[in-house]
Protein backbone atom coordinates (compact mmCIF):
# COMPACT_ATOMS: atom_id res chain seq x y z
CA UNK A 1 0.00 0.00 0.00
CA UNK A 2 1.22 3.26 -0.58
CA UNK A 3 1.65 5.57 1.86
CA UNK A 4 -0.73 8.47 1.08
CA UNK A 5 -3.58 5.31 0.68
CA UNK A 6 -3.38 5.05 4.61
CA UNK A 7 -5.22 6.85 6.91
CA UNK A 8 -3.18 8.60 10.34
CA UNK A 9 -5.52 6.78 12.98
CA UNK A 10 -6.54 9.20 15.81
CA UNK A 11 -6.44 5.89 18.58
CA UNK A 12 -2.46 5.78 17.76
CA UNK A 13 0.35 6.92 20.08
CA UNK A 14 1.94 10.12 19.17
CA UNK A 15 4.92 7.75 18.27
CA UNK A 16 3.25 5.61 16.21
CA UNK A 17 2.17 8.18 14.25
CA UNK A 18 5.66 9.35 13.51
CA UNK A 19 6.87 6.38 12.70
CA UNK A 20 3.70 6.11 10.32
CA UNK A 21 5.06 9.91 8.78
CA UNK A 22 8.99 8.49 8.55
CA UNK A 23 7.63 5.53 6.19
CA UNK A 24 5.63 8.10 4.08
CA UNK A 25 8.85 10.43 4.02
CA UNK A 26 11.06 7.70 3.04
CA UNK A 27 8.87 6.39 0.09
CA UNK A 28 8.20 10.13 -1.00
CA UNK A 29 11.83 11.61 -0.24
CA UNK A 30 13.76 10.46 -3.45
CA UNK A 31 10.98 11.20 -6.35
CA UNK A 32 10.71 13.75 -9.27
CA UNK A 33 8.46 16.80 -8.84
CA UNK A 34 6.65 15.68 -11.78
CA UNK A 35 6.38 11.97 -10.51
CA UNK A 36 5.12 14.15 -7.13
CA UNK A 37 2.39 15.76 -8.87
CA UNK A 38 1.62 13.39 -10.69
CA UNK A 39 0.85 10.77 -7.17
CA UNK A 40 -0.95 14.01 -6.31
CA UNK A 41 -3.39 14.44 -8.87
CA UNK A 42 -4.36 10.35 -9.04
CA UNK A 43 -5.07 10.50 -5.23
CA UNK A 44 -6.63 13.48 -4.86
CA UNK A 45 -8.99 12.59 -8.27
CA UNK A 46 -9.73 9.58 -6.36
CA UNK A 47 -10.93 10.49 -3.40
CA UNK A 48 -13.27 13.30 -5.40
CA UNK A 49 -14.78 10.58 -6.82
CA UNK A 50 -15.24 8.38 -3.96
CA UNK A 51 -16.75 12.07 -2.26
CA UNK A 52 -13.99 11.74 -0.01
CA UNK A 53 -13.12 15.55 -1.36
CA UNK A 54 -14.50 18.55 -2.49
CA UNK A 55 -13.68 22.37 -3.19
CA UNK A 56 -13.99 23.43 -0.10
CA UNK A 57 -11.43 20.49 0.88
CA UNK A 58 -9.05 21.42 -1.43
CA UNK A 59 -8.86 24.92 0.06
CA UNK A 60 -9.09 23.99 3.11
CA UNK A 61 -5.68 21.88 2.35
CA UNK A 62 -4.49 24.59 0.33
CA UNK A 63 -4.30 27.23 3.25
CA UNK A 64 -2.97 24.57 5.35
CA UNK A 65 0.10 23.94 3.09
CA UNK A 66 0.69 26.99 1.67
CA UNK A 67 2.52 28.78 4.52
CA UNK A 68 4.86 26.25 4.41
CA UNK A 69 5.56 26.45 0.52
CA UNK A 70 8.31 29.29 -0.80
CA UNK A 71 6.30 31.28 -3.81
CA UNK A 72 6.97 28.97 -6.30
CA UNK A 73 5.74 26.15 -4.43
CA UNK A 74 2.17 27.78 -3.95
CA UNK A 75 1.72 28.97 -6.94
CA UNK A 76 2.19 25.36 -8.43
CA UNK A 77 -0.43 24.09 -5.64
CA UNK A 78 -2.70 26.73 -6.43
CA UNK A 79 -2.69 25.72 -10.23
CA UNK A 80 -2.90 22.10 -9.15
CA UNK A 81 -5.77 22.45 -7.21
CA UNK A 82 -7.46 24.95 -10.12
CA UNK A 83 -6.97 22.71 -12.21
CA UNK A 84 -8.38 19.58 -10.11
CA UNK A 85 -12.12 21.51 -9.27
Known amino acids: ????????????????VIRLLQDDYEYYRNRSKEDLLRELSRLTEQQKQRG???????????????PLLDPAQRQTLRALIDGLK
Do not use: I
Open 1 to 16: MRPAQKAYPSHKMPWE
Open 52 to 66: ELDENGMEEAYSLLA
